[in-house]
């Protein structure tokens, strides 16, 4: 029998590579499924501080306050966590902070919950009126180089930048019954 956890796809394992090559030190999020792997490697790394939020636009706030204290910080969250941090944005763009966001998505490909759909189809929308550079990765091959130039982005050119994991990506929900 074996109990070993399953390895997480190369594409997961690649985003952590880029993190951890980038010299992060701090990681902050509010827990999801799609971010599972990079949270869990974060959290083993003694190099790098995780950060759990309780609220997204927290983490707006730890990136900028890292930057601020010489450190590079990365934010991640769901594409419903987007909508909760569009105020917050207005810090990055008066304050000129670079900025690094991994968002994945829901409310696309065989969503089942009603309730992500609305701002899942305004994600990148809301990022670009707020002035964050959007890339999108949809492909599993892509993902380690979008990450890399979209982290090259935010912390060599001093851009704000979001990268979007497409649900397709991630792999489909479903809801769970219990039996209780």
């Known amino acids: 029998m074996n109990t070993q956890a399953p390895s997480a796809p190369a594409w997961q394992q690649e985003i952590y590579q880029v993190l951890k090559a980038g010299n992060v030190k ?4 509010v827990p999801d499924a799609g971010h599972s792997h990079v949270i869990r490697s974060v959290i083993a790394d003694p190099d790098i501080e995780d950060v759990v ?6 983490g707006v706030a730890v990136t900028s306050g890292a930057w601020l204290g010489g450190q590079r ?3 991640l969250m769901q594409s419903s966590g987007v909508g909760n941090c569009v105020n917050m944005f207005s810090l990055l763009q008066s304050c000129r902070f670079p900025f ?4 994945t998505m829901r409310g696309e490909y065989a969503e089942f919950n009603p309730w992500q759909g609305p701002m899942g189809k305004q994600t990148q929308a809301a990022l670009e009126l707020m002035g ?3 890339f999108r990765a949809d492909d599993p091959d892509a993902v380690g180089e979008i990450v890399s130039a979209g982290f090259d982005a935010a912390f060599e050119a001093g851009e704000q930048v979001a990268v ?8 489909r929900k479903k809801w769970e ?4």
Do not use: D, K
Not at 26 to 29: G, S
């Open 164 to 171: 979007l994991l497409s649900q397709s990506l991630i792999g």
């Open 177 to 180: 019954r219990s039996n209780g």
């Open 100 to 103: 690094f966001t991994l968002v």
């Open 53 to 58: 939020l309780t609220t997204e636009e927290e």
């Open 132 to 134: 964050i550079t959007v």
């Open 73 to 75: 910080a990365v934010l």
């Open 26 to 29: 701090q990681v902050a999020y």
